[in-house]
């Protein structure tokens, strides 16, 4: 495994679970946390004990940063906020940090993953979604979900075409720079004109039986007149659920972004054009590492950007991280199984037969398996490729 980090020196304020910041100090970050709320156990176990911080014990947070000089931060992931008043006290952190920066183009960089609901179901309150909506033209990159793309956009995602209206609405009314929309159920329409290249291969998906599910992530980057440059990642999903795949996610897409923006531009993929200003050198990047929020110029093709870069190696390690949760939630269940009937001092059958104690169980046989596989997150195998639409 490489012993370097795959970004340079990088500083992150985190309003953002453990998990992200494990994730982004394993990666080589140096993460400052700013917790905003202090729970016993993630809430997907359905019980949770705790406190969550009152936007004025988050501006609190922040100046006490502020009067020990520790404000100075490259980036900003910012995740579930309880409250509209918290979401806004989060927000004037990032334009705090932001106007710090405004003599340095690309000196500061804002992931903003607007936690509100999933499914078709709003799980905060309800003036959390337009403090988002009044928000979010101050982001650089937003990571919402197909549900939480709805409620940012006012579009009904209903199939390929409509997503794309979605995200076309976002970039044009807020100016958006980056968004990825996760967890994407719908069939999405690449483009015909896309041709395979020696650097860009297949995704297996592409290979897979029809039986098996998967899912997509859509992302864009705007060209200087706002318009989307769209591509999507397809990747097979696995038969369980996990809490905190959207932590880790978005954690992933701080670092990866970074690199893929500061790193040496590797060979662009064959497009239609074969003009040399639609292709990705060496040069190109090194002008978008100084550009405002990191915006590739308008030649660049849309699987040729950092933030398609990026999300693929994204997914590779989420892949390889659920793949190896899954193989060991059956021995970690079995186990757990077995410890809690040998206190009870009944058999396991009787554990087995609680339903509720069975939920708690499998949630914790499923808590994702980062710090003993962190070769998954460092240096994961890149199976699954961006696709133009």
């Excluded at 183009?105 to 903003?112: A, E, K, T, Y």
């Excluded at 979605?166 to 999405?188: F, G, M, Q, R």
């Excluded at 980062?370 to 070769?375: D, E, F, I, M």
Aim: proline letters at 7%.
């Amino acid at each position: 495994m490489n012993p370097e980090p795959p970004v340079p020196e990088t500083s992150v304020l985190a309003v953002a679970s453990h998990i992200a910041v494990f994730v982004m100090q394993s990666l080589g970050c140096d993460v400052g946390a700013l917790n905003t709320v202090q729970f016993s156990n993630h809430t997907g176990y359905g019980r949770v004990k705790g406190t969550k911080l009152a936007a004025e014990e988050i501006t609190d947070l922040w100046d006490g940063l502020k009067q020990s000089h520790l404000d100075t931060f490259d980036m900003m992931l910012s995740g579930y906020v309880p409250g509209a008043a918290g979401v806004e006290a989060v927000g004037r952190i990032a334009q705090e940090l932001r106007a710090n920066a405004v003599s340095k183009p690309g000196g500061f960089f804002w992931v903003l993953d607007p936690v509100m609901g999933d499914n078709g179901k709003i799980y905060v309150a309800e003036d959390v979604v337009p403090a988002y909506q009044r928000l979010i033209h101050h982001a650089d990159l937003i990571l919402p979900n197909q549900f939480e793309a709805e409620l940012l956009s006012g579009v009904k995602i209903i199939d390929s075409a409509s997503l794309e209206r979605a995200i076309e609405v976002l970039h044009e009314t807020y100016n958006l720079p980056h968004i990825v929309i996760t967890s994407v159920s719908l069939p999405i329409r690449t483009s015909a004109s896309q041709t395979p290249s020696s650097t860009r291969p297949a995704t297996p998906t592409q290979s897979l039986p029809p039986s098996t599910p998967t899912m997509s992530v859509v992302g864009s980057t705007r060209t200087s007149d706002r318009k989307p440059r769209l591509f999507t990642i397809q990747f097979p999903v696995f038969n369980a659920y996990f809490s905190g795949t959207g932590d880790m996610f978005a954690a992933l897409m701080v670092v990866r972004m970074r690199e893929a923006v500061f790193s040496p531009a590797p060979s662009p993929s064959t497009s239609t054009s074969s003009s040399p200003s639609s292709s990705s050198s060496p040069s190109t990047y090194s002008e978008t590492q100084h550009s405002p929020s990191w915006l590739s110029p308008d030649a660049v093709q849309a699987t040729d950007l950092p933030l398609a870069r990026a999300a693929e190696k994204v997914l590779a390690s989420m892949h390889e991280i659920l793949a190896r949760t899954c193989e060991q939630m059956p021995t970690d269940l079995s186990s757990a199984v077995a410890r809690l009937a040998a206190r009870r001092g009944v058999s396991a059958d009787v554990i087995s037969a609680e339903k509720d104690t069975m939920h708690l169980l499998k949630s914790q046989a499923a808590e994702l398996k980062l710090a003993r596989n962190l070769s998954c997150l460092r240096e994961p195998e890149v199976e699954y490729r961006a696709q133009a639409m």
